[in-house]
């Protein structure tokens, strides 16, 4: 394993830990409202600072770029871009579908990922160019070439409820070109499962990059394709990605352009 990727794992684990002792009594838990149906909770602070802890021990000068304590700043090649727990909506309510997502952007190209499944101890991991990994074991992206076959994850508008009528007609007609349409409510894990085959395809828009650095690189070093609602590579900064493998990919793209709002700015300006 590559040694920063090492490293990573070390930080993504100590922050699962915070999060299942806090999962084992909830009330306990505080919680505070970031914005409407935006939360936070003590639980993703202590594991953001354990994660940051345990990467700037390790590597001082690297920058990093957190959920919940924003962007460091720092002058550096190599910025570490962290969602210490995404799906927090889901952990209040004891819901058993959220994740620790770290990742390594080099000269702006995501070079490792970590997204790990602290309720089922799940570990994805991915170096570019080395391939993508489910507890050490290799994975790949699902075969099914149909989308009509395919089992696809999204995420609802949820912050702000502007946008929610087109999304629904996009939901309505991506439910009708596909066999089942999922919401779980954390995409970093939506993402590595679909790099893990067990879903064919995911699409949302609002996104962070925090919310995608890291299951974006599993899904393409599992030999899936990434990018935006118009099928371009340009996601991590454009809030909406499309991913899956490369025919349910190619066959979702075509649905999705017409709800982009990257076309309408650029016919705009």
């Not at 394709?225 to 991590?236: A, K, M, R």
């Amino acid at each position: 394993m590559h040694p920063m990727l090492n490293i990573a794992v070390k930080a993504a684990r100590r922050a699962g830990q915070i999060i299942n002792r806090a999962s084992l009594d909830l009330d306990l838990v505080q919680v505070s409202k970031k914005q409407h149906n935006d939360f936070v909770t003590e639980v993703d602070k202590a594991a953001e600072a354990a994660i940051i802890e345990t990467l700037k021990t390790a590597y001082p000068d690297h920058a990093i770029l957190a959920e919940e304590s924003g962007d460091s700043g720092d002058e550096s090649e190599y910025q570490w871009i962290i969602d210490p727990l995404d799906g927090t909506t889901n952990f209040i309510h004891g819901f058993q579908y959220y994740c620790v997502s770290i990742a390594l952007v080099h000269k702006g190209i995501v070079t490792q990922a970590v997204v790990y499944d602290p309720t089922r101890n799940d570990l994805f991991t991915a170096s570019r160019g080395r391939g993508a990994f489910l507890n050490d074991r290799r994975i790949r992206v699902g075969r099914r070439d149909r989308l009509a076959d395919g089992l696809i994850g999204t995420g609802f508008p949820f912050r702000e409820k502007d946008g929610l009528e087109s999304y629904c007609d996009l939901f309505a007609e991506m439910t009708n070109a596909c066999a089942g349409l999922r919401r779980p409510g954390a995409a970093a894990l939506d993402l590595a499962n679909v790099a893990a085959g067990r879903m064919d395809g995911f699409f949302e828009q609002g996104l962070n990059p925090w919310d995608v650095a890291a299951g974006a690189l599993l899904i393409t070093e599992a030999g899936g394709l990434v990018g935006n609602y118009t099928g371009d590579s340009d996601f991590l900064h454009v809030g909406e990605v499309v991913a899956g493998n490369p025919k349910i990919y190619a066959q979702m793209v075509p649905i999705l352009s017409k709800y982009t709002r990257l076309k309408k700015e650029t016919k705009e300006a």
